[in-house]
């Protein structure tokens, strides 16, 4: 783990249950939730005042929606519905295809100025103070991403015994995953979070942020 990340290929199911498996104490857990509220606050707080400009430029930039809705896997695989300001042009296909990303023309002119200065996450911060997600933790993945990553990617279902997050180790130490084995990469960076949870992890991660911008 000096790359601080857990590989595959050296772990099996005993290692496994036996680091990972743990339970968050209780007291973890109050004092995450205490940070996600005030965190989760400032945010929406943020979102509240951001939207009639963002709303407008969303608008006159493209057709459809302003907040972009999908069903996401939490904590134990319970499904829920992630907020998002809008950032690609909407079709009938586009439930169905993976990684839209990879098509840049799918990208809106102010999606991207949007992406760039990560205001697109904003109404995440709903999810936080619902408890869908938390502000650490790794991101919560669209429900049939998922289902690839669960046949695909061995050991999956262990990203599961944690709450998803708007940040996390992956993503400070990996760019976002655009296929399978990248996908794969990054969640050798979330099972050594999972391993090492803490609260002073989650503060690196928190200090650690702002290289998101820089992806």
Known sequence: MENK????????EYWLEKNISKKESRFYLFIKRIIDVVLGGIGFIFFIILFPLAALAIKLDSRGNIIYKQERVGKNRKIFTLYKFRTMKEHENQHKEPWREINKDNITRVGKILRRAHLDELPQAIN????????????????????????????????????????????INFPPSKSVNEAKEKFEYDLYYIKNRSLLLDLEIILKSPKLFAW
């Open 5 to 12: 990340k857990v590989s595959l290929d050296s772990i099996n």
């Open 128 to 171: 936080i103070l619902k408890g869908n997600i938390s502000f650490v933790g790794p991101r919560a993945e669209w429900i049939e991403l998922a289902r690839i990553f669960d046949k695909e990617i061995k050991f999956y279902k262990y990203r599961y015994l944690v709450k998803p997050g708007l940040i996390g180790w992956a993503q």
